[in-house]
């Protein structure tokens, strides 16, 4: 049983020459080649494979992160034409603030300016007392290996996602969106759906989950505060939702580097019945029994048609300065 992860569902955009994200084409194509060669299990039975600890075989199922508008306006209908479901995962403290969570910002400079560009400012306002040593040590070799990043870019997601000190990132970050993104404010009222689409998902069939309130790198926490990302993002989605019929979690960033077995207990704790990670394989019966708050999950571009254009693109092939 493979579950897919999906981040940006999107048309082309010129006001975005850079973006990475999957063309709707793309994932139209993609759901094509899945449903000849799968099994698009219901979600009745994505939940028994879960309770019996039984995963069914060739069994796919598809998961969306980060709450983006695209899903509302994209992806949502295809899945509806074609009866299918997902599981849709809620950063949900865009819904306190009304602003853009940095992880996006970072996207949205990335692709409107190209790494170069935003990279170059970086190393000029960035210094060496502003990142976490051990972060950079620690961080380095198991962050982003499974992209096809430009240096530039991969410079600017690692600083900014991993190395730099959160006390300094967002000073740093709005410094660069005041000076490259004006147009922020007008931009963040439709980059997410609103309460009143997240609930016409769930009528829909969609499962809502949680993807924590603040997108951090759960590991880089205290366990108090990963509690209070938890707790606080679940408690948010049942007053919004009506009610939830299971609670699941999936990791910010993903990865074994991004959380802990302090956030697996957690999770447990709060009554979640299971959790995504990101780990390219299938999930096992080992899996459901032993390790549910930790599930692998492919990423949509490990799969035919599941690319972002953009890697074809000669604009953002590495380049050496
Ligand atoms: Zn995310």
């Not at 598809?62 to 209908?77: E, G, N, R």
């Not at 990043?149 to 005041?178: C, F, P, Q, S, W």
């Not at 499962?207 to 759960?218: C, R």
Request: glycine letters at 6%; charged letters at 25%.
């Amino acid at each position: 049983m493979k579950a897919i992860m999906y981040h940006y569902v999107h048309p082309d955009d010129s006001k975005f020459p850079y973006f990475r994200h999957l063309h709707r084409d793309d994932f139209r194509a993609q759901l094509d080649y899945f449903s000849a060669n799968f099994d698009l299990i219901s979600n009745v039975e994505f939940l028994e494979a879960i309770h019996s600890g039984k995963p069914y075989r060739d069994a796919i199922i598809l998961t969306f992160d980060d709450a983006f508008k695209d899903h509302y306006m994209y992806v949502l209908p295809e899945l509806k034409q074609r009866g299918l479901w997902g599981i849709f995962y809620i950063p949900t403290g865009v819904y306190a603030t009304g602003r853009l969570m940095d992880v996006h910002r970072i996207h949205l400079l990335l692709g409107k300016w190209g790494g170069q560009c935003i990279s170059n400012f970086l190393q000029e306002m960035v210094s060496d007392e502003m990142l976490i040593d051990n972060h950079v040590e620690a961080f380095r070799s198991r962050t982003y290996r499974a992209q096809s990043n430009d240096d530039y870019t991969l410079h600017v997601k690692r600083t900014l996602n991993y190395y730099i000190g959160y006390a300094y990132r967002g000073d740093i970050l709005n410094a660069l969106m005041e000076r490259f993104f004006p147009e922020e404010k007008a931009l963040a009222g439709q980059f997410y759906m609103s309460e009143i689409e997240l609930r016409k998902m769930q009528e829909a069939g969609m499962l809502i989950g949680s993807h924590s309130v603040n997108h951090p790198v759960m590991s880089k926490l205290t366990c108090r505060e990963q509690k209070q990302e938890i707790d606080g993002s679940f408690a948010f989605l049942e007053q919004a939702m009506g009610r939830l019929s299971i609670r699941t979690f999936c990791y910010p960033y993903g990865g074994f580097h991004s959380f802990t077995g302090d956030t697996e207990t957690l999770l447990d704790q709060a009554g979640c019945l299971f959790s995504f990670n990101v780990e390219h394989r299938d999930i096992t019966a080992e899996d459901l029994i032993n390790r549910p708050q930790a599930l692998p999950r492919y990423d949509c571009n490990l799969f035919p048609h599941g690319h972002c254009r953009m890697e074809n693109n000669v604009l953002i092939k590495p380049q050496k300065k």
